[in-house]
């Protein structure tokens, strides 16, 4: 098993906050919105450096999305700003028309997505987010690890033309990923090289692939540990490659298990290359208030049960 | 003036025979607003909006125009046609399989004119603040013209946008709402009242004056009016009154023909009522 360390931990919507910064600096056709949580996306620094390109919309997330999309129509690059609850769920039929059926420029930038918002429960968690925006007809959904690949993807999608949901998280976690990446939409990045299993792993779950993989090789198994960061297009070539050396495969996802990375992956196995899967995702249910860590742990998102799936699977290949 | 009155009016004449000829041809669509609103999209592309008709989707020093009740996609349709956006042979390909002409307008086939889909209603306004918002950070001072539908106002988004629009003094922007009073499940006084529209945008911040849809004149001097109305600091809001149906007698003053087609013989009596003069495409 390949060794990743860290030496900070930070959100990945700071990664977000610094990735649009940057692509602010960049491009002067980028433009942000927000409704009434700027400090909560990190939006400060674009705000300080480009007060005219950033527009505070209020609490109004589907007067938001219009305006995103009516901008792109003068060459602007929105990125607009607020949970992943209101970035999808509340405003999913002015995304869907106004957006995606009328192809537009519109960077949906969603933080405190799955149930790692923590305290502020259900009402304010999402895990249907993923599901709901790959269903829409060429949507790019993204769901970066950590700081690094969160600020690397926002920069990425500025320079992209079509609608992107980018879809990042509320906690600090480890910073493992190379400060410097070049992110690549729609590109696996292989975490770690192995022949027993392939855990594929999005989103805050690649950090605990990484620590069940440890794990897994002190029982002798040895895991190949991909992470898919972006969920549409996936990239059906780096899986089957994978699944056709281990056998098996483990998806690790955030989000409910209907609709998700691992129903992606499934739908590309099972046409191409069936094989035996197990889920690790919430099972059809809200969340709750507690900490993140005891969210994770309760609804069996924890690299404990990451194990227990590879040991599980790795049973049923024939 | 570009045109006289009467050359606007004979221009509404045409557009109201392809209406009912193109919702005849495909047994649906929604003629009554269609109708009830010829004679704006006639004032609005023959006489008050600098527009080019070699259709970029930026339209870069244009105004633009957005059309937020996308259902009465027949009266733009035929609108465009006539001003030289694509032939007017392709209107008789109105909602039909692989036509580029969608029973709602859409960007999704390339028609030019069309620079966002609509139909879900209450979202052309936000689109169109977002498009005024766009021409200011480019320095461009063209105007960004809407239509909303009377009944569409019902649908909260239009109050979030307008709330938003006088606070951010997005002052070059010209919406007009189809004040018909009717909508699918009958007048909207029944319906869900919108009593008295003119305070309640006002109150908002909005600058709000009052037309008669129907009457060519007063459209066209009530948009021009409106234009010199820009750039203080409030959008405007123009309460335009229509009549559903306007031009066809059997179609006027009900909610009935609000997305109901013409059968054979009816198709005759309202064509008997409707001049061609520019010729049937």
């Not at chain 2, 193109?22 to 527009?51: I, K, R, W």
């Not at chain 2, 649908?155 to 709402?177: C, R």
Request: aromatic share 8%; net charge negative; glycine share 10%.
């Amino acid at each position: 098993m390949k060794k990743y360390t860290y030496t900070e931990k930070k959100d990945t919507r700071s990664g977000f906050g610094a990735g649009l910064h940057e692509a602010g600096k960049k491009n002067e056709n980028v433009v942000a919105l927000c409704a009434d949580l700027v400090g909560s996306l990190k939006m400060e620094a674009f705000i300080k450096d480009f007060p005219e390109r950033f527009t505070q919309v209020g609490i109004a997330e589907a007067n938001m999305i219009g305006i995103a999309a009516g901008m792109t129509i003068g060459g602007k690059i929105p990125f607009t700003g607020t949970f992943a609850n209101f970035s999808t769920g509340r405003v999913y039929d002015q995304i869907r028309q106004s957006v995606a059926y009328s192809n537009k420029n519109v960077k949906i930038c969603a933080s405190h997505a799955g149930l790692t918002l923590g305290e502020d429960g259900a009402t304010h968690q999402i895990l249907e987010d993923i599901g709901l925006m790959k269903m829409l007809p060429g949507m790019v959904v993204i769901n970066p690890c950590d700081y690094n690949q969160t600020k690397a993807a926002t920069i990425a999608i500025a320079e992209y033309e079509g609608p992107v949901y980018l879809r990042f998280g509320r906690p600090v976690i480890p910073v493992f990923t190379d400060p410097d990446q070049k992110f690549e939409i729609g590109k696996a990045w292989m975490v770690n090289e192995g022949t027993d299993v392939t855990i594929i792993a999005t989103g805050h779950m690649v950090w605990k692939a990484i620590e069940a993989g440890e794990k897994l090789a002190e029982l002798g198994i040895d895991a190949e540990i991909i992470n898919i960061h972006t969920i549409k297009p996936l990239d059906d070539e780096a899986i089957l490659k994978s699944v056709k050396k281990t056998g098996c495969v483990v998806t690790c996802e955030e989000h409910n298990k209907f609709g998700g990375l691992g129903e992606s992956v499934a739908r590309l196995l099972t046409t191409e290359l069936p094989t035996p899967q197990e889920f690790v995702a919430t099972n059809d249910t809200f969340g709750e208030s507690g900490t993140p860590d005891q969210l994770m742990s309760k609804y069996g998102l924890d690299a404990v049960n990451i194990v227990e799936a590879v040991q599980k699977v790795i049973g049923r290949k024939k | 003036m570009k045109h006289t009155i009467k050359e606007l009016e004979d221009i509404a004449s045409q557009i109201r025979r392809d209406i009912v000829r193109m919702v005849h041809g495909c047994q649906s669509g929604h003629p009554g607003a269609s109708l009830g609103c010829t004679d704006f999209f006639t004032a609005l592309y023959f006489e008050v909006l600098n527009h080019k008709t070699d259709f970029t989707m930026e339209g870069a020093g244009e105004d633009l125009f957005f059309l937020s009740n996308g259902h009465i996609s027949p009266v733009w349709y035929s609108t465009l046609a006539h001003a030289g956006y694509f032939d007017k042979s392709e209107l008789a390909t109105f909602r039909k399989l692989d036509s580029r002409l969608q029973g709602h307008p859409t960007t999704h086939e390339h028609l030019p004119g069309i620079r966002i889909a609509s139909g879900s209603l209450g979202q052309g306004l936000s689109v169109a603040i977002g498009a005024a918002l766009a021409k200011k950070l480019n320095g461009d001072k063209s105007y960004v013209f809407a239509l909303l539908g009377d009944g569409e106002l019902q649908e909260g988004q239009n109050w979030e946008a307008a709330m938003f629009a006088p606070f951010n003094k997005v002052d070059h922007l010209i919406a007009s709402v189809d004040y018909n009073g009717q909508q699918i499940d009958g007048p909207t006084n029944k319906v869900l009242a919108l009593d008295d529209l003119q305070a309640k945008f006002e109150a908002f911040g909005w600058h709000v004056i009052n037309t008669d849809g129907n009457d060519m004149q007063a459209i066209v001097e009530g948009l021009h009016y409106a234009k010199t109305l820009t750039g203080k600091g409030k959008p405007i809001l123009n309460l335009m009154s229509t009549q559903m149906g306007a031009g066809v007698d059997f179609m006027m003053g009900t909610h009935k023909w609000h997305g109901t087609a013409p059968n054979d013989e009816q198709l005759a009596v309202a064509l008997a009522q409707l001049p061609e003069t520019l010729g049937d495409y």
